[in-house]
């Protein structure tokens, strides 16, 4: 069953260096979305993305935030200057149809980790 | 903006007994959709059910079922013959319909445990 890839696995960086997360979305699927979860909170939702641009974006995802599209299968995530605050897991999902008819599928997630 | 409520922080309940897990919600669309999500101790995130809100029609997946109040805007999860392998936090999801742009608002999740 095609399922959606994230690496690392676990991340440890130093305050302020950049960090990229990838992720490797269900091959046919066309909207990708990345998600945070502090320790012991709530998933929250940080953006989706969709033709090559992003289509919707939460106030978590701040400047320091970036999203792209490299190539056919990668999706990847940069923090910019990384903050202490910033460690959470990370998950990425895909889904493929419109709308939530599509079940947005995710990955096992990037623990990253803030020194 | 939407909110989405799960007052129930942990539940522990007995293999084989039937748990019910309780979401609530905010929100003035007409149409969206709600979910279930599971997190075991791996932390990958697993859809459990969903529910389209113009349907009236509890949805139900095997052992898995969800009371559906759409006027007291209410989304639980019912469990039956829970088993050992249920045990994880269980997220209540929100989204409006519309455009595959969503995402998702979760709840803050209840941690179930099933004991042997």
């Known amino acids: 069953e095609p399922e959606v890839t994230q690496t690392p696995s676990h991340q440890v960086t130093q305050m302020g260096q950049e960090v990229i997360l990838r992720c490797v979305p269900i091959?046919?699927?066309?909207?990708f979305y990345w998600y945070r979860q502090i320790l012991g909170q709530k998933v929250e939702f940080l953006v989706s993305?969709?033709?090559?641009?992003?289509?919707?974006k939460s106030e978590i995802f701040d400047d320091q935030f970036s999203v792209e599209r490299p190539d056919g299968s990668n999706f990847t995530l940069k923090i910019r200057s990384t903050k202490l605050e910033d460690s959470a897991m990370y998950f990425c999902?895909?889904?493929?149809?419109?709308?939530?008819?599509?079940?947005?599928?995710f990955g096992p997630g990037t623990r990253l980790t803030v020194t | 903006a939407q909110t989405v409520t799960q007052s129930q922080p942990e539940m522990s309940v007995q293999e084989a007994e039937t748990v019910t897990l309780s979401c609530t919600y905010d929100?003035?669309?007409?149409?969206?959709?709600l979910f279930w999500y599971k997190q075991p101790p791996s932390r990958q995130m697993i859809l459990v059910i969903r529910?389209?809100?113009?349907?009236?029609q509890n949805a139900t997946e095997n052992r898995f079922s969800v009371n559906f109040q759409k006027a007291a805007k209410s989304f639980s999860l019912k469990i039956s013959d829970s088993q050992l392998g249920d045990t994880a936090m269980y997220f209540c999801?929100?989204?409006?319909?519309?455009?595959?742009?969503?995402?998702?608002?979760f709840g803050k999740g209840t941690h179930l445990i099933i004991q042997p």
């Open positions: 999902a895909s889904t493929l149809g419109q709308g939530a008819l599509g079940e947005q599928y």
């Open positions: 091959s046919n699927h066309l909207y």
């Open positions: 993305f969709y033709n090559n641009e992003i289509s919707e």
């Open positions: 929100t003035s669309e007409s149409n969206y959709y």
């Open positions: 529910q389209e809100a113009y349907k009236q």
């Open positions: 999801a929100f989204t409006e319909e519309g455009g595959g742009a969503d995402g998702l608002t």
